[in-house]
């Protein structure tokens, strides 16, 4: 097993080392051109990381992969699966819990979940042990033995095992229900309850309550794996080759009464909370055997609203809770297919593992700083770091794959990147998601986590950006080139953050309601994330990545003022952008109005060019993160930028290279233009905008020469592909620096490099 990096200079350096050695060859991520760094950070070049709760301890007997699909379930290897929704355990719909710390993330008191809240108002107790994921469960798996049948219970966190108690019902008849034993106060059809908390489990019958005479069901409980299995005898119970109905359900142990632990109005220590003035709450706080098709998408016409919101896929679950009766989540597990070892997803099947559409997938993190989630503290809003809320090393991500066979090229890319205060499936069912999935031939659309809500794409919260993209590299076949990005709000952001430190990643850009800084910017104060996050600094960098800006005139959160000195930095730079303008509504009217299409078009299907005649690039060192292996410093052919002066809060440098190599100049700059326009097709029926925009001319042929042109600002040291940008090592130099500049040649056709120093 390989142990997961925590921040750390030994974790920097093994980043660093993959960079430059260069990683296992993936066709679906940009390849390695000459001796500079991959596009991108090293972390997306990773080998994917392993984490102990999706491993099968050798000698255990457990050998088929896991699904790696929430929803899901499926035959393999002689087991039957069901794969669990992360962090979705939040229990029934009753009373919230007004000391939950969800709903004040990182301390703040306003609150403001939006596109984050859950519908179950579970809280967990404070106390050690819970990690308010407690009950969290990631997978269950049943398999026959010679003996026994045995089952396996893998928890998303699992400090303390007499803390948390799985209940399976067994069998039974549908729409006769009994009540689960030891207080769960929930109903499900069965024929027997096998209870397992601790390292004790027990077989009952569900009609009496009697136990069930014979031997006991053996437990053995993995910490380092996060897993229990439990064997039960035939003797007790034996499925022989019968199709069998299994339900279950996680919750809290009280191991002083021998009963489960059950939520009161508010928690404490050692009682969660959530449950308003209910006596007899259900016990529950996550369920089994959800499938995709059963939980809504938040995306989709009243499937979300303030009153029921569905952004952890788990309303149907709170509602069903909340009723005491859980006999909809069941699977019909056919003994006679797992004596026969028959392997089996079941694609097209409602209970089955999903292969195009609107989906959540799970991942491996490099890093991991504990177990569960820690809403009260893990708070980001910073620039100087973010370990984010989401502590484990499992990860959730919103995927949407388009309909149809996979393209011969492999499908396009979209990185959709989530708001402030939401999480990875705010867009899951909109079509915000559906549409940009649909150019061309068809582009994957993922949503990241980033950690939680509050991450602005810094750190951990930046780092999972591209780990969810190696893992979509990892499981679908891309074309590495068809990449673009977008997000709404804080995902805005991301946009521009992202694009700015890695241009060459990207073939085009779209943020809507985006600030161009971390937190609010209103000219001529400085933003209240700080200059350093400002990327208005930083537009230099996405000389050949054109954008598409979308804003509102009147948002309150988003002041049009900063977005306007954010166009006017494009305008000024000569650069590909068009920006609408909405003239009527708020932060979150484009949002509601989920109308995408004209941004779809304009991402096209472009594709991304690695080799440009001219880089420009402004390196803002305060974004790298060495640790999570998200250091930046390099863009196309030019790389190893290092600044001269790199003290302080807001440090920068930016160095421009033209290559007359190519036989070309720089394209002509169009005039500014000004129109207007109206939004339609939307829930909205029609929302006006002015426009403004700068288009690109054709570039005119020049003769090619073995030569750069070359302007540094604050850079001690630049190094060249020289093959790349189409010149060798005799190549003519024209710098003009502000200090000493050290320029390298590398990778010279013929071999050797040369450097010089100028200033």
Known sequence: MLVPCVASLACAASFAGAASAGAAVNPSLPAKEGPGPRPGPAVLYQPLAHAPQLENVKGSGWTAPPILVSGASAYRKGEFLYQGYLYDDHGAKEVPDPTNPMDSPGGDPSGGDIFSEPNGTYTYPTGAGYDENAANLVELRVKPLTTATAFRITLNTLENPGLVATAIAIGGTPGVTHPFPFGANVSAPAQYFLTVHGSTAVLTDAVTGAVVPGPEPTVDVDLAHRQITVDVPHQDWNPGTSKVRLAAGVGLWNEAAGTYLLPGAIASETQPGGAGADTTPPAFFDVAFRY????????????????????????????????????????????????????????????????????????????????????????????????????????????????????????????????????????????????????????????????????????????????????????????????DITGYSMGGYGTYKFTSQFPDLFARAQPTVGPPALGVWVPPAEPTGGTQSLTQRMLGSVRNVPFLIWDETTDELVPIAGVLEQVAKFDSLGYRYEFDQFDAGDHLTLAINDEYAPAAAFLGTETVSRNPSHVTYVYNPTMDFPADGTTAGHAYWVYGVTLRESAGSTPLGTVDVRSQGFGQGDPTVGETTHGAGVLTGGTIPAIPFTSQAKAWGAAPAEPAQDGLVINATNVSKVSVDATRARVDCSATLAVTTDGPLRVTLTDCPGGGSRSHTFG
């Open 292 to 483: 995709n098709a059963q939980e809504p998408l938040p995306g989709t016409p009243s499937a979300t609203s303030e009153a029921n919101p569905a952004w952890w896929r788990e309303s149907a679950q709170a509602a069903a809770l909340a009723g005491g009766d859980i006999s909809s989540f069941f699977a019909e597990v056919d003994f006679a297919k797992l004596k026969a070892r028959t392997n089996d997803d079941m694609d097209g099947q409602p209970t089955g593992v999903p292969v195009s559409g609107a989906f959540d997938r799970i991942l491996a993190s490099h890093f991991t700083d504990g177990e569960g989630a820690d809403y009260a503290t893990g708070g980001c809003g910073s620039s100087s770091g973010c370990d984010g809320a989401l502590r484990g090393q499992l990860l959730p991500y919103a995927i949407y794959v388009p309909s149809g066979s996979q393209p011969a090229n492999g499908w396009g890319l979209t990185l959709l990147l989530h708001s402030l205060s939401a999480n990875y499936n705010q867009f899951e069912g909109s079509r915000n998601q559906s549409q940009f999935a649909g150019r061309g031939e068809g582009s994957i659309v993922i949503t990241p986590s980033g950690r939680g809500p509050d991450g602005w794409y810094y750190d951990r919260a930046g780092a999972d950006t591209f780990e969810v993209w190696a893992d979509a590299a990892a499981h679908y076949h891309l074309n590495p080139a068809f990449t």
